[in-house]
């Protein structure tokens, strides 16, 4: 823990005495977002975003538009919390617009390939962030599990679904347009603005409000001051997080394994489970659909049940 | 405040997490609202470590990693459950599941 911080804590060591007038300035500063001008940034952004959601009625021109007046939102909003910038470089800014815009294109656009790929942005932006934090092992946790694990696995079935969705006819001359009706036309974007929006305001709202814990932190940090000294000097921020890991998170980091491990187990039951389609399967009447539990067949690895595909070797359900 | 300006990130964490929130209550498409709850644990994790970040100790990276290990199970279970919906409909539309609210 010490290497880290300790250039917090130099800056808490050396001027203690300036705390309270830190505090002061911040109590100052606080006064430089108004609500007001929160509320109608916040009106602004949900009237912004009502129309660049995509919607009927809305062609692809009144929805730049809105997405410029989104932009315009939010450079405001970041220049008016770049008058009370304090620690923050270029970085942050540039990290965060890329974050937020791509966070906005995530679900603004109608392709669900595209939102995956914005949501990649995303998650890159918000690594950088991190290490802005200097967290740098959780941005490289991040990328890997996000931007590589979970991505590929959205992509994945995302490609799936389209594959099999864009057979039909009917589909097929919708897709001419801009993509699916379902990923064309949002459902409830005025309401679901104006709850995001109110919601985004009040949490502005109460961070900018004020920062009475400042100089409680302080008094706090400048307390761990004299801590008895580690057993083992680490040298660099993973390696102080692995041992705190190991520390003291032991019991919830092997929980975490083990919600793993379960959550792999029922995922592969899931998604072995067979479907007999009401349409497939002429004895079914009434549109019924039929969900087999996903039994073992036999002891044969080759006899697992793939879709699409006939296997001699395979016996019948019990069910069936 | 001297070494994080900590409200800047808070204020990058509320509004990823409301375009979340929004992106979750618009949107149609299965997988696409899934991917808005991403989102919101992005928001949820930027939250977390700039905290940790200004009280000085591990706890918000310790969260975070145990909300990516949440985000992972939650992930694999869901789009388990996607495939085995668009099985059955051959439609990732929300609303072919209006059936569902009885």
């Known amino acids: 823990m010490h290497g880290l911080f300790s250039s917090a804590l130099g800056a808490a060591a050396t001027a203690p005495a300036s705390a309270p007038a830190l505090a002061g300035q911040m109590g100052q500063s606080a006064e430089l977002i108004p609500p007001a001008l929160l509320f109608v940034l916040c009106v602004a952004a949900a009237v912004a975003m009502m129309i660049v959601l995509p919607g009927r009625g809305r062609e692809k021109s009144i929805r730049i538009i809105g997405g410029v007046g989104m932009l315009a939102v939010l450079i405001v909003l970041g220049a008016v919390l770049g008058k009370l910038a304090a620690g923050v470089g270029v970085f942050f800014w540039i990290f965060a617009f890329i974050a937020l815009g791509g966070a906005v294109r995530v679900i603004t656009h109608t392709k669900p390939v595209y939102s995956a790929l914005y949501f990649v ?112 000097e680490l040298p660099g921020a993973t390696q102080q997080l692995g041992a705190y890991l190991f520390d003291k998170q032991l019991v919830n980091l092997e929980l975490a394994g083990l919600i793993l491990t379960v959550a792999m187990v029922g995922a592969i039951l899931i998604a072995r489970r067979r479907v007999w389609r009401a349409d497939d399967v002429g004895a079914l009447a009434g549109g019924e659909t039929i969900v087999a539990p996903a039994t073992p067949i036999d002891d044969n690895p080759h006899s697992i049940p793939v879709d699409g595909t006939h296997n001699p070797r395979q016996k019948a359900y019990p069910e069936t | 405040m001297t070494e994080l300006a900590l409200q800047h990130y808070l204020a990058v964490g509320a509004i990823m997490f409301g375009i979340g929130l929004i992106g979750f209550m618009t949107r149609r498409n299965l997988i696409i609202i899934f991917l808005c709850t991403e989102l919101m644990f992005q928001g949820v994790g930027i939250n977390l470590i700039a905290f940790g970040r200004y009280w000085g100790n591990f706890a918000g990276q310790a969260f975070v990693i145990f909300v990516l290990v949440i985000a992972a199970a939650e992930a694999s279970l869901a789009l388990g459950l996607v495939v085995l919906l668009f099985r059955q409909k051959s439609t990732l539309d929300a609303d072919v599941w209006r059936e569902l609210k009885g």
């Open chain 1, 121 to 232: 942005l995303t998650v890159m932006a918000t690594a950088g962030l991190f290490v802005l934090m200097w967290a740098e092992f959780m941005a490289a946790a991040l990328i890997l599990i996000y931007g590589g694990a979970i991505l590929v696995t959205y992509v994945f079935v995302i490609m799936l679904a389209a594959e099999a969705g864009g057979t039909t006819a009917a589909v097929q001359a919708d897709d001419e347009h801009t993509g699916l009706e379902h990923d064309r036309i949002s459902r409830e974007p005025i309401l679901a603005s104006a709850v995001g929006f109110a919601l985004v305001g009040i949490l502005l709202f109460v961070i900018f409000d004020r920062a009475p814990g400042e100089a409680r932190r302080q008094t706090a940090l400048a307390a761990r001051m004299p801590t008895p000294a580690p057993i083992v």
